[in-house]
């Protein structure tokens, strides 16, 4: 994503949200959101985020609850308290129990109302994120397009004798 355009992403009070975007944009659009909303946040992932590495500068801003289970998501959500919470999409924490993706995509809806908002952070869609799209108020979807490489023009030799032969 360009950085004009990524400067001006932001999550809209009270709604769930979803970012679809490459790992590279991912890094950079918490930072982003982070430097503006006032308040703690809740950063929730698997046991292996991608994204919140990066985050370090922002450590004394957010809470980092991981899950390894689906059932803990819904735990964490319970038992929420910050204004805000990011989630890091991790597909495996669903893969036993994806029956309970309308109940995580409802709780997050709630938990985005009654806060300043919920962000869901993945890479690229997969059929766990389709199942929570009913529950999304927006969702941000970011491909990058690689540019068609020009043809290159082989050049012919002429056949063409010259005068001297």
């Known amino acids: 994503m360009s950085v004009p355009l990524l400067s001006q992403f932001s999550v809209s009070n009270g709604t769930f949200t979803a970012f679809i975007a490459p790992v590279e944009d991912l890094t950079e659009a918490p930072g982003l959101f982070l430097r503006k909303e006032p308040g703690l ?8 985020p991608v994204i919140l590495p990066t985050l370090t500068r922002y450590s004394d801003r957010f809470v980092v609850r991981r899950a390894l289970t689906a059932f803990q998501i819904l735990t964490i959500l319970d038992e929420a308290y910050q204004s ?11 893969e036993e129990r994806a029956d309970l993706l309308p109940i995580i995509g ?5 938990y985005a109302k009654k806060n300043s908002g919920v962000l869901l952070l993945a890479p690229y869609p997969d059929m766990y994120i389709q199942a929570l799209e009913p ?4 969702i941000f979807l970011v491909q990058h397009m690689q540019a068609e490489k020009a043809a290159k023009k082989k050049r012919s030799r002429s056949k063409q004798l010259s005068l001297g032969v």
């Open 41 to 48: 946040i809740l950063y929730l992932c698997g046991n292996y």
């Open 84 to 94: 805000f919470l990011i989630f890091e999409h991790d597909r495996s924490l669903f």
């Open 106 to 110: 409802h709780r997050c809806r709630e």
């Open 135 to 138: 529950f999304f108020h927006r």
